[in-house]
């Protein structure tokens, strides 16, 4: 349901392009990971690989499971909270193993939150944490990485910016972009290596997304 929603309402908003490096694929149990900028990436990333005919489950802040209809719709669709720090954080792993053995892919957002700027612009992805990596070390998981770019246009900043954002989204229809990388696998070394393997892999096909937009200030960083 969410990624028929995503994709029927992401096209009111913005242009959407997808592209794929010639090695990507989304084989069953493979972890997804991208990058996070806006509130509205989630749902843009989850249009673009509907798109693919990819439908994941998503590990989300535990908040959303409070909005009643929206909480009811994640926990149906079998989607991972996650209770930052929280001692109930370690249990979000476990239920996203669970997922990947039974075949699903799972999404998740390594940064584990937004950045603090004001502004629209394009940015590589901060620092990741090391649940990618203890995640993909537990299951023997292959990672595709996927980056986003143009989401900020559609929202970013302050409350009062996101709101004005969404509201003139439809008129402004900014062009968005999702690149799909070729997997990757994370094995040997500690969490530390492994986590800056992920985050390399995903920072290159955010600039492969932000190329696409045009953006030289991305492909410089």
Known sequence: MLS????????????????????????????????????????????????????????ATAGLWHIPVLGRVLTREGHVPVHRRDRRAAGALDLAAQALQRGRLVLIYAEGGLPRRKDAAEAAPGDFRTGLARLAELTGAPVVPVGQAGARRVTSGGTIKQIAGLVTAPLRRPDLHVHVGA????????????????????????????????????LAA
């Open 183 to 218: 997997p990757i696998v994370l094995a040997g070394d500690n969490n530390t290596v492994r986590t800056a393997r992920a985050r390399t892999a995903v920072t290159t096909a955010w600039r492969t997304a932000a190329a696409h937009l045009g953006d030289l200030a991305a």
């Open 4 to 59: 028929r929603a995503a994709h029927a309402l992401v096209p009111a908003v913005g242009r959407l392009s997808v592209t794929c490096d010639p090695g990507a694929e989304f084989a069953p149990g493979s972890i997804v990971a991208a990058n996070h900028s806006s509130l509205a990436d989630p749902a843009i990333v989850m249009a673009a690989l509907h798109r693919l005919g990819v439908t994941p489950v998503i590990m």
